[in-house]
T-cell receptor, first 109, second 113 residues
Framework: GQNIDQPTEMTATEGAIVQINCTYQ??????LFWYQQHAGEAPTFLSY??LDGLEEKGRFSSFLSRSKGYSYLLLKELQMKDSASYLC??????????WGAGTKLIIKP | EAQVTQNPRYLITVTGKKLTVTCSQN?????MSWYRQDPGLGLRQIYY???????DKGDVPEGYKVSRKEKRNFPLILESPSPNQTSLYFCASSTFRGSQPQHFGDGTRLSIL
């Protein structure tokens, strides 16, 4: 079967670093996406990893290990506006997206 | 501006009264999709379309219909809405399914009484 898992909620401090993990199980894999979703708003695309390794985009980085079925999103120099839910989703063998339930990130001053 | 436009943004209606949520994209995307989002469950796909006149069921299609007569439009139809369809709905589009980022509409918050 296929499944995907991420923590329900995390708390971090403004200015700090936080890592949001996502683990998945699937027999076919065509990449993993991260999206950011502020409360009541639409998800917006952050990153797409199809090969192993770390990809950096400003304060945000995303890592993938296909052999371990594991990804993480790393947020540096946290700002209050980073308070949001972070959704991971992998693309299966049919290019169908399987979504995690999202991690709500709370930033405290 | 590249965008996906959904209407209405909010709707409160009653059980059994047919409704349509419209979705339009201006990016010439082939792939379009409808999701519902409920607390603790994440995004669940209702229907998707790979191209004009090509639609297929997602994970939770019961009680919904869609059509794709034109590339830019992908309306979601609830023929006989029920309270368990109260949810936040998103339309999304992308160039290709599953290998390109999806662009989401602003969402439609639907309440069925």
């Amino acid at each position: 079967g296929q499944n995907i898992d991420q923590p329900t909620e995390m708390t971090a401090t403004e200015g700090a670093i936080v890592q949001i993990n996502c683990t998945y199980q699937t027999s076919g894999f065509n990449g993993l996406f991260w999206y950011q979703q502020h409360a009541g708003e639409a998800p917006t695309f952050l990153s797409y990893n199809v090969l192993d390794g770390l990809e950096e985009k400003g304060r945000f980085s995303s890592f993938l290990s296909r052999s371990k079925g594991y990804s993480y999103l790393l947020l540096k120099e946290l700002q209050m506006k980073d308070s949001a839910s972070y959704l991971c989703a992998f693309s299966d063998s049919n290019y169908q997206l399987i979504w995690g339930a999202g991690t709500k990130l709370i930033i405290k001053p | 501006e590249a965008q996906v436009t959904q209407n209405p943004r909010y709707l409160i209606t009653v059980t059994g009264k047919k409704l349509t949520v419209t979705c339009s994209q201006n990016m010439n995307h082939e792939y379009m999709s409808w999701y519902r989002q409920d607390p603790g469950l994440g995004l669940r796909q209702i229907y998707y379309s790979m191209n004009v006149e090509v639609t297929d069921k997602g994970d939770v299609p019961e009680g919904y219909k869609v059509s794709r007569k034109e590339k830019r439009n992908f309306p979601l139809i609830l023929e006989s809405p029920s309270p368990n369809q109260t949810s936040l709905y998103f339309c999304a589009s992308s160039t290709f399914r599953g290998s390109q980022p999806q662009h989401f509409g602003d969402g439609t918050r639907l309440s069925i009484l």
